[in-house]
């Protein structure tokens, strides 16, 4: 059974329990940082991987200490126990805070730390082998995407814009056209065998699934370039298999077989994202001890 669980500034208690100040610098400013980790069999999936990029973004936006009275490699297996979710996320948001709205940081801090757990299905073999369609939209964002912040309006704005499109996702295209990266997913192409991604850098977040993505590849014998590329040199050459997916923790390694009007290769999911989706599958499953899946490839 699934309770809704809060962790809020040091304690546990019922979501709807939990009371943020109306002048919550979160709710105000948009001044916080966030993550989305995978839970599997009611176990974490690389949560220090996303602890590590945490604390990465609170000292980003000077909050580093905000997290020193609160032990997340116990609290959140805790809150995952306590919530009872099998499947699902865990989401913790870290702000600056209540306190008279001021655009300048509040001495002393005293920032909002919470997390909760929620089921969620995970993708099915339908959804994957049927593969998603993209909607490119110009990148309006702010320039530092490698800060995971709550400031989320230009990828809510896009990502319903791709909805209304009938698109499952957006892509995020540079004014030179070169793509950074989904609404909240990174972006692969494999052309002639080769994946080619966005470099790490301010204008992409650095995806914990992507890392694992390029790790696993390269494993597997696969050339890995992190090098950005245009949606014509990825679509154009039909004969030679080109293949496209995105990347997050939610969604795994997920199959692109359209970007607007444009068809993908054969228009169905590629063999070498196939291949990696099983890897990563695999990987996960022996993690938090289950049986790893039946092989899509
Ligand atoms: N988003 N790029 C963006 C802009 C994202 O928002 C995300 C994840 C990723 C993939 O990162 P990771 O593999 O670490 O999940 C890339 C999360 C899941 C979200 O906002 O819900």
Same mark, same amino acid.
């Not at 870290?94 to 801090?109: D, I, K, L, N, Q």
């Not at 994957?128 to 309006?153: E, F, P």
């Not at 609404?183 to 192409?189: C, K, L, Q, T």
């Not at 014509?232 to 795994?252: N, R, Y």
């Given at each position: ?5 809060l ?7 019922s979501?709807?329990?939990?009371l ?8 105000q400013?948009g ?9 599997m ?6 949560a220090?991987?996303?602890?590590e990029?945490?604390?990465?973004s609170?000292?980003e ?27 699902g996320m ?13 655009f300048?940081?509040?001495h $002393? $801090?005293? $920032? ?5 757990a ?21 990148d309006?964002?702010w320039a530092?995407?490698d ?13 319903e ?13 540079a ?5 950074r990266e ?7 192409a494999?052309?002639?065998g ?6 790490l850098?301010?204008?992409?977040l ?21 090098r950005g ?25 997920m ?5 607007d ?11 070498v ?7 990563l ?16 490839t």
């Amino acid at each position: 059974m699934e309770t809704e669980i809060l962790y809020l500034n040091g304690e546990f208690m019922s979501l709807a329990e939990g009371l943020i100040g109306v002048e919550d610098r979160g709710f105000q400013l948009g001044d916080g940082v966030y993550e989305v980790i995978k839970v599997m069999n009611g176990r974490l999936v690389w949560a220090e991987d996303h602890l590590e990029r945490l604390s990465r973004s609170l000292v980003e936006v000077r909050l580093s200490e905000a997290l020193q009275d609160h032990p997340l490699p116990s609290v959140l297996p805790e809150l995952v126990r306590r919530s009872g979710v099998e499947q699902g996320m865990v989401y913790i948001q870290v702000t600056r805070g209540s306190a008279p709205r001021e655009f300048v940081f509040p001495h $002393p $801090p005293c $920032p909002t730390v919470l997390a909760y757990a929620r089921s969620r299905p995970a993708p099915t073999v339908e959804t994957i082998l049927g593969g998603i369609v993209l909607h490119a939209v110009r990148d309006q964002r702010w320039a530092r995407c490698d800060i995971k912040s709550t400031n989320l309006l230009a990828a809510v704005l896009a990502k319903e814009e791709a909805r209304e499109a009938g698109a499952h996702e957006a892509l995020f295209m540079a004014p030179d056209g070169m793509v950074r990266e989904g609404g909240s997913s990174n972006v692969f192409a494999v052309v002639d065998g080769t994946l080619r991604t966005h470099p790490l850098d301010h204008r992409i977040l650095g995806g914990i699934t992507r890392r694992r993505v390029i790790e696993m590849a390269r494993d597997r014998g696969y050339r890995v370039e992190e090098r950005g590329f245009t949606l014509d040199e990825v679509l154009s050459p039909a004969g030679a298999g080109p293949e496209l997916f995105v990347a997050a923790t939610l969604i795994d390694v997920m199959p692109v077989v359209r970007v607007d009007g444009r068809v993908v290769g054969k228009g169905r999911p590629g063999p070498v994202t196939l291949a990696l989706l099983d890897a990563l599958r695999r990987e996960q499953a022996l993690l938090v001890g289950v049986r790893p899946p039946p092989a899509l490839t």
